[in-house]
């Protein structure tokens, strides 16, 4: 036999093993990109590095503010239902420091 003769075809089973290798390393990235996107979102507001205030920035997205708020509650759930007690080391916007108003600005406390 010959290396020229040589068949390199994968086989099914390898085939598919590569598709669940990629469902899975897809699924995997998501969760990260969601986590890390709201850790951004979180420092972006209350650690905003260009000195920003949580106010500031809550003034600034104006009758939207309240809209931040409702998804960072869903991103959290969300993450927490996909992954049990994965949410305890995220920092997160602590109900008792805002008040969500009904224009749906957003008063920091």
């Given at each position: 036999?010959?290396?020229?003769?040589?068949?390199?075809?994968?086989?099914?089973?390898?085939?598919?093993?590569?598709?669940?290798?990629?469902?899975?390393?897809?699924?995997?990235?998501?969760?990260q990109?969601?986590?890390?996107?709201?850790?951004?979102?979180?420092?972006?507001?209350?650690?905003?590095?260009?000195?920003?205030?949580?106010?500031q920035?809550?003034?600034?997205?104006?009758?939207?503010?309240?809209?931040?708020?409702?998804?960072?509650?869903?991103?959290?759930?969300?993450?927490?239902?996909?992954n049990?007690?994965?949410?305890?080391?995220?920092?997160?916007?602590?109900?008792?420091?805002?008040?969500?108003?009904?224009?749906?600005?957003?008063?920091?406390?």
């Amino acid at each position: 036999m010959s290396i020229l003769n040589e068949n390199i075809e994968p086989t099914q089973e390898e085939m598919l093993q590569g598709v669940a290798r990629n469902i899975i390393g897809a699924t995997q990235r998501s969760y990260q990109n969601l986590v890390l996107s709201h850790q951004r979102l979180y420092t972006a507001v209350w650690e905003n590095p260009k000195g920003f205030t949580a106010q500031q920035v809550m003034d600034t997205l104006g009758t939207t503010a309240s809209d931040l708020i409702s998804l960072e509650q869903a991103t959290l759930s969300f993450l927490e239902t996909v992954n049990p007690g994965s949410t305890a080391s995220l920092k997160k916007t602590d109900p008792a420091d805002i008040t969500v108003n009904e224009d749906g600005t957003v008063t920091v406390n």
